[in-house]
């Protein structure tokens, strides 16, 4: 008898009385079933987050307010800014947006950020990457490290591996709470990231660290790849194309957090193939995932650096 190599195996219950009535044949064949992977829903554990952001917010004296600023007409970033504008308005919070056009110059783009450093009544500041011609860095470091509520301002970036206070990414913090939600113990486990940003790798291999996880990050056109994700507790997908990760790449049980977003068929869909179900332990859904969470994390940043810029 060959048994699968994941799955569910039953042996079921006894056939019926053979003639005579007292002698029984057992069946004792194994029968597969595959086995799924436990879905970590994004959306519920957003939800939570949002609630907890909107109490924080009917204590505090005047609403927190947030600025978005957004420069061209690419039409994903709008439909992101969209979703953090009615995201920020549902739990309590003023939300101003700043639509500049794609030819602003680099130094209209930072006058109107040093404006919004300078209000009291701004407590978060995002500008929507990628910009169409301007220098990212720069602008980055333009913000105030205390509304910095990306958190990829260098003075967070150090603070990311110190006890000093800072903003970790929205997205690094999803993924810690996806991982989390698996209520798998981490301590000791194996990590592989594969994307291609070190800086969205940075955090996310911090935060894991600090739960005892020993952590690799691997371009998505490393050399045997799948040699090097099968043996992984957690995989942590971020690369952009759709049925990327297989289950042939996937140690059986293990976690996967699938940060891509593509297009198939018309459909929105992650960097795992669907069969990655059949193995993985745990995976996080597209859409549904790491988005939602994201944006509810943005929100309790506001929280956060609301906190720091009051001491």
Do not use: C
């Amino acid at each position: 008898m060959v048994i699968p190599e994941s799955g569910n195996y039953i042996n079921p219950l006894p056939l019926p009385l053979v003639k005579g009535g007292r002698d029984r044949v057992v069946d004792t064949t194994f029968y597969f079933l595959p086995s799924m992977s436990e879905i970590l829903q994004g959306r519920q554990l957003a939800q939570a987050i949002r609630e907890k952001v909107a109490k924080q917010i009917k204590k505090e004296k005047q609403p927190l307010g947030l600025a978005a600023i957004l420069v061209g007409n690419n039409s994903a970033s709008k439909l992101y800014v969209s979703l953090k504008e009615q995201a920020a308005k549902e739990v309590g919070m003023y939300f101003e947006r700043f639509d500049l056009p794609a030819r602003v110059s680099q130094k209209e783009l930072i006058d109107v950020i040093e404006k919004l450093n300078a209000r009291n009544d701004i407590n978060g500041i995002l500008v929507q990457f990628p910009l169409p011609n301007q220098n990212e860095d720069k602008v980055v470091r333009a913000i105030d490290p205390r509304k910095d509520i990306d958190g990829f301002h260098p003075i967070n970036r150090e603070g990311w591996s110190t006890e000093h206070p800072a903003i970790f990414p929205p997205v690094a913090l999803a993924t810690m709470e996806l991982i989390n939600a698996s209520h798998q113990p981490l301590h000791g486990k194996q990590a592989v990231i594969i994307g291609n940003s070190e800086l969205f790798a940075q955090p996310i291999t911090v935060l894991l660290n600090k739960e005892g996880v020993d952590v690799q990050r691997f371009s998505p056109d490393e050399s045997a790849l799948a040699s090097k994700t099968r043996t992984a507790d957690i995989v942590i997908v971020a690369v952009g194309r759709a049925d990327f990760l297989t289950r042939d790449m996937v140690k059986d049980g293990a976690i996967v957090i699938d940060i891509g977003t593509n297009k198939k068929e018309g459909k929105n869909v992650g960097d795992a193939a669907e069969n990655v179900k059949g193995v993985a332990g745990f995976i996080s859904p597209v859409p549904g995932g790491v988005g939602p969470l994201t944006v509810a994390y943005l929100l309790k940043n506001v929280v956060d650096a609301s906190k720091m810029q009051k001491k």
